[in-house]
């Protein structure tokens, strides 16, 4: 199986911005561009697991988190679900100007023949180099 998906840079993004690929996520996931926002970072991470993008998914996760999984699994989980949806229902900060944001989302994925809807609340933090990551989900 080849690592990503093949993809066509002018269909729809799959994070639900109703832009195509090429003028949303893809030069995030693609690493052409830093995310600018926690938002954007949130959408591109959604996406990233649609494409499985799986480097991309690390290299946007706080290292420290890291240590919780691996690349494996993160792809395993990646690859065993059909990526439906995503809807971003909040943030909090996570701008340009600010170091952190938290951004609300429900994603719609089907796993195991299974529809799942995961809520979360993600934690973002922007390193001194200016380039947004991942850290947790709020507990
Ligand atoms: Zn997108």
């Not at 639900?16 to 052409?32: T, W």
């Not at 959604?46 to 690349?71: C, F, G, M, N």
Request: aromatic share 8%; hydrophobic share 30%; proline share 6%.
């Amino acid at each position: 199986m080849p690592p990503t998906k093949p993809v066509d840079s002018e269909s729809i993004c799959p994070c639900g911005s109703n832009q195509s690929l090429a003028s949303c996520c893809l030069n995030y996931v693609k690493g052409k561009s830093p995310a600018p926002t926690a938002e954007a970072l949130m959408r591109s991470r959604y996406t990233a697991h649609a494409l499985l993008e799986i480097d991309y998914l690390w290299e946007t996760w706080s290292p420290e988190e890291r240590v919780r999984s691996s690349k494996a699994d993160i792809e395993a989980w990646a690859r065993n679900c059909e990526w439906l949806g995503l809807k971003i229902t909040g943030t909090k900060a996570g701008g340009k100007k600010d170091n952190h944001g938290l951004v609300s989302f429900v994603a719609l994925y089907r796993q195991d023949g299974e529809l799942q809807e995961h809520q979360e609340v993600s934690v973002f933090t922007k390193t001194p180099q200016g380039v947004w990551l991942y850290v947790d989900h709020k507990k």
